[in-house]
Nanobody, 124 residues
């Protein structure tokens, strides 16, 4: 599956942004999808994921209550609505997809497909 992410930008603390990731390819809807982020000199970390089977959502503790992941299977697109952004949310955000278990979506080493990154910068 191929992934195309968009929607990053530069905002002030407290603002909102919505990232989008369009999937294409064979059986694109049969993938769990999610988002990771990577700040300078840090490892890529899990942000959120959504199951393709039951639409359950999963979040990192650092974003729970502020970010919301959703998907539109008709458009093969996953969204990440980011509210109440903080400077520590600044990172390159990567869309991810995997056809294995939903548990694999929390570990960057287990992800099967990556989109290109999109920069999110939050200033104080």
């Amino acid at each position: 599956v191929q992934l195309q992410a968009s929607g990053g930008g530069s905002v002030q603390a407290g603002d909102s942004l919505r990232l989008s990731c369009a999937a294409s390819g064979r059986a694109a809807t049969n993938y769990h999808m999610g988002w990771f982020r990577q700040a300078p000199w840090k490892e890529r970390e899990f942000v959120a994921a959504i199951s393709w089977t039951d639409m359950r959502t999963y979040y990192a503790a650092s974003v729970k209550g502020r970010f919301a992941i959703s998907r539109d299977n008709a458009k093969n697109t996953v969204y990440l609505q980011m509210n109440s952004l903080k400077p520590e949310d600044t990172a390159v955000y990567y869309c991810a997809a995997d056809s294995g278990s939903i548990a694999s979506m929390s570990n960057a080493n287990w992800i099967g497909s990556w989109g290109q990154g999109t920069q999110v910068t939050v200033s104080s």
